[in-house]
Each structure stands twice: as C-alpha cells, then as structure tokens.
C-alpha cells in the first residue's frame, strides 16, 4: 500500500510555530534549575535572558496581583529564530523558520529530554501544539470578494452571506471542539498585523490538557498526531486556489 503523503507548503504562511509542555510547578524554581539546561544547549540555543513576570489573579469579584512573581528564562538562537522559554510550570519550544515538521520535532526532542533529565520531571498536565498563520489579502473590489478568494465560506459565516456586512474593519471566531488525541481550538478572523496590513488570522492549537504521567514515546506519537489534526484544519480553512498558492510540494509522511 502506498504510504500516505504529507505536502511542504514552499510559501506557508506561517508566521509561529510552537509546542508547550506544562508540568506540576516547581517550588523555588530558578537559576540554579536553568543552568545545567542552559549548558546542555548552549551551542542552539546561545543567548539568554530572564524577566521577572507579575501573575494576576481574576476572581469574579476583582483582579489581584499575586504575591509570588515568575521568573522567566529564554534561551534563543543566535539569530532569535527559535527561542525556548522556560518557568516553574511549563516548557515552550518556538521558532518563526518553520520549515519541516521532523526539524521541529527534533528540536523538542532535544528540550524534553533535557528538561525531563535535569527538573526530574516525571508528569505533564498539557501537551500542546500551535500553528499561528497569517494569510495576505488579496486586492479585489472589496474586502468581501478579496476574503471569498482565500478563506473558504464556511469560515466567513455573515461576512458575503449577509449584505450589511460588505466591508468587515475586522472580525474574530473562536472553535473548540475534541478529536481523537485530545482538544483543538480554531481561532480565525480578519486582522491587522504589526505593518497595518490586512490579513486573515488562521492560529490552530491542537493539545491534550488530561495530566498523566509523562511517557516520551506516547508524547511524541501525540505531536505527530496533533501536527495532522493542525494541517487537516488549516488545509479545510483555505480555498483551493488559495492552497495552490502556497506551493504544495508532495513528500513522504515520514519526512514532512
């Protein structure tokens, strides 16, 4: 039987790709916890910074500050385009060059293993992964008719189906629904980016937030996973003539 096919967009739209890991907190967490990961990783992961981070607590009666800040830890490339940022609770591995999904998975191999190694970790309360695009529109008559050509109208909803809505400034949806690995969240709608330009948002994140004890093989055949529920969303968001834009070259599953 012919193995199924993954395509590499050659002109995603991706603008971040990142995976999460969060555990039991770790009481006293700091840089003495870092250190020993910071030396394991250094030759990828050079430069290093840390900020002290105010939490907030929301209560339906006020919003208060807790007495206890995070301290945070990024560890970044040396061009700042994968950054691994660390906290008592969680783990994140980011990077805006995506390019292949075993490249990245690679790279989470190589922070799970040495988290795990070095913080004694030995359960996980979320596994997550998220893919957050952003696609140009086109120039059209309107924004209306510039939207049909990229995003299909299932997605759009009011946006073309009613005419009130002929010019939409911007527009936000969110969709949460179970798959068979877990949870996913679709956020999708119209936006600005930091150039003031028009583009459509399509962040997808695709996770499992059951704690349990943290079992390597089990985790990476859970990304794997996600990385297909992620593609099969973003892949039924687009038009056809819009996919077709980015270039879709075939190449084995094993490989993507």
Same mark, same amino acid.
């Given at each position: 039987?012919?193995?199924?096919?993954?395509?590499?967009?050659?002109?995603?739209?991706?603008?971040?790709?990142?995976?999460?890991?969060?555990?039991?907190?770790?009481?006293?967490?700091?840089?003495?916890?870092?250190?020993?990961?910071?030396?394991?990783?250094?030759?990828?992961?050079?430069?290093?910074?840390?900020?002290?981070?105010?939490?907030?607590?929301?209560?339906?009666?006020?919003?208060?500050?807790?007495?206890?800040?995070?301290?945070?830890?990024?560890?970044?490339?040396?061009?700042?385009?994968?950054?691994?940022?660390?906290?008592?609770?969680?783990?994140?591995?980011?990077?805006?060059?995506?390019?292949?999904?075993?490249?990245?998975?690679?790279?989470?191999?190589?922070?799970?293993?040495?988290?795990?190694?070095?913080?004694?970790?030995?359960?996980?309360?979320?596994?997550?992964?998220?893919?957050?695009?952003?696609? #140009?529109?086109?120039?059209? #008559?309107s924004v209306t008719s510039a939207l049909q050509l990229v995003i299909r109208p299932e997605l759009l909803g009011l946006i073309g189906a009613e005419p009130l809505i002929e010019?939409?400034?911007?527009?936000?949806?969110?969709?949460?629904?179970?798959?068979?690995?877990?949870? #996913?969240?679709?956020?999708?709608?119209?936006?600005?980016?930091?150039?003031?330009?028009?583009?459509?948002?399509?962040?997808?994140?695709?996770?499992?937030?059951?704690?349990?004890?943290?079992?390597r093989e089990e985790q990476l055949s859970s990304l794997k996973q996600f990385n297909k529920t992620a593609y099969d969303l973003f892949r039924s968001s687009v038009t056809e003539?819009?996919?077709?834009?980015?270039?879709?070259?075939?190449?084995?599953?094993?490989?993507?």
């Amino acid at each position: 039987m012919t193995r199924p096919r993954n395509p590499k967009l050659r002109r995603a739209p991706l603008r971040v790709a990142l995976c999460q890991l969060r555990f039991p907190i770790r009481l006293g967490f700091g840089d003495l916890d870092v250190r020993p990961i910071q030396d394991e990783i250094s030759s990828r992961y050079p430069r290093t910074d840390r900020e002290v981070q105010q939490l907030f607590q929301i209560t339906p009666e006020r919003v208060e500050q807790m007495q206890t800040p995070e301290m945070v830890y990024r560890l970044r490339s040396e061009e700042g385009e994968w950054i691994v940022t660390m906290t008592s609770s969680f783990v994140t591995l980011e990077t805006t060059k995506y390019s292949r999904f075993h490249e990245f998975l690679e790279r989470w191999i190589e922070i799970l293993d040495t988290t795990t190694r070095h913080l004694g970790l030995e359960r996980q309360e979320r596994l997550g992964l998220r893919y957050v695009n952003e696609l #140009a529109v086109p120039e059209a #008559a309107s924004v209306t008719s510039a939207l049909q050509l990229v995003i299909r109208p299932e997605l759009l909803g009011l946006i073309g189906a009613e005419p009130l809505i002929e010019e939409p400034i911007s527009s936000l949806q969110e969709f949460r629904f179970r798959h068979k690995s877990g949870m #996913a969240t679709l956020r999708h709608g119209l936006q600005r980016n930091d150039r003031d330009e028009a583009v459509y948002l399509v962040d997808i994140d695709v996770y499992d937030d059951a704690p349990r004890p943290l079992d390597r093989e089990e985790q990476l055949s859970s990304l794997k996973q996600f990385n297909k529920t992620a593609y099969d969303l973003f892949r039924s968001s687009v038009t056809e003539e819009q996919f077709r834009s980015f270039e879709p070259e075939e190449e084995a599953q094993n490989a993507a």
